[in-house]
């Protein structure tokens, strides 16, 4: 069995996230939705509450479980049977960020191979940055994010605002 690891910091998880994780749970028998760390991004949700995001999201997916790691992907893969990673290109920016990590992965763990879907035409405008930019503007993410996320995004915006 090969198993599909799906890596980001999915802050939030967005509906394009969400086409590719069931676009990749009907090729693979086993997916892993891991929410990594990124050191270039300050997060609006902390990792624990994003997994829980995305457990939910993912609810009715039987073949998907959710993880996190903060280690090195390359090492993280190595407790799973036959991973792959797979990640989504939206665009030429994601091409080339994600073809890079790619090749820092293959050099980390010379098994590895990474795999690319490309997004669906309706999300590749769709960011999590551009999630939280909209919500900070008090915007609708009806369009962009499950309804269970955009409902704690906005509790944490208005959290987030009344502690300023």
Same mark, same amino acid.
């Given at each position: 069995?090969?198993?599909?690891?799906?890596?980001?910091?999915?802050?939030?998880?967005?509906?394009?996230?969400?086409?590719?994780?069931r676009?990749?749970?009907?090729?693979?028998?086993?997916?892993?939705v891991?929410?990594?760390?990124? !050191? @270039?991004?300050?997060?609006? #949700?902390?990792?624990?509450?994003?997994?829980?995001? =995305?457990? +939910?999201?993912? &609810?009715? $997916?039987?073949?998907?479980?959710?993880?996190?790691? !903060? @280690?090195l992907?390359?090492? #993280?893969?190595?407790?799973?049977?036959?991973p792959? =990673?797979? +990640?989504?290109? &939206?665009? $030429?920016?994601?091409?080339?960020?994600?073809t890079?990590?790619?090749?820092?992965?293959?050099?980390?763990n010379?098994?590895?191979?990474?795999?690319?879907?490309?997004?669906?035409?309706?999300?590749?405008?769709?960011?999590?940055t551009?999630v939280?930019?909209?919500?900070?503007?008090?915007?609708?993410?009806?369009?962009?994010?499950?309804?269970?996320?955009?409902?704690?995004?906005?509790?944490?915006?208005?959290?987030?605002?009344g502690?300023?």
């Amino acid at each position: 069995m090969i198993t599909a690891i799906y890596p980001g910091t999915f802050d939030p998880i967005t509906l394009g996230h969400m086409d590719v994780i069931r676009r990749i749970s009907r090729l693979y028998e086993k997916v892993v939705v891991s929410v990594v760390m990124n !050191i @270039e991004k300050k997060p609006l #949700f902390d990792i624990e509450e994003r997994v829980e995001l =995305i457990r +939910k999201a993912v &609810r009715d $997916l039987q073949n998907v479980e959710v993880s996190c790691s !903060i @280690e090195l992907l390359s090492d #993280f893969v190595r407790n799973y049977e036959n991973p792959v =990673i797979v +990640k989504g290109l &939206r665009n $030429l920016v994601d091409y080339e960020y994600e073809t890079t990590m790619a090749v820092f992965n293959k050099k980390l763990n010379p098994d590895l191979e990474t795999f690319f879907i490309t997004a669906d035409q309706k999300y590749t405008y769709v960011s999590s940055t551009a999630v939280r930019q909209l919500a900070l503007y008090g915007s609708d993410l009806s369009e962009y994010v499950p309804a269970d996320v955009a409902e704690a995004v906005a509790k944490k915006i208005e959290y987030w605002r009344g502690t300023e």
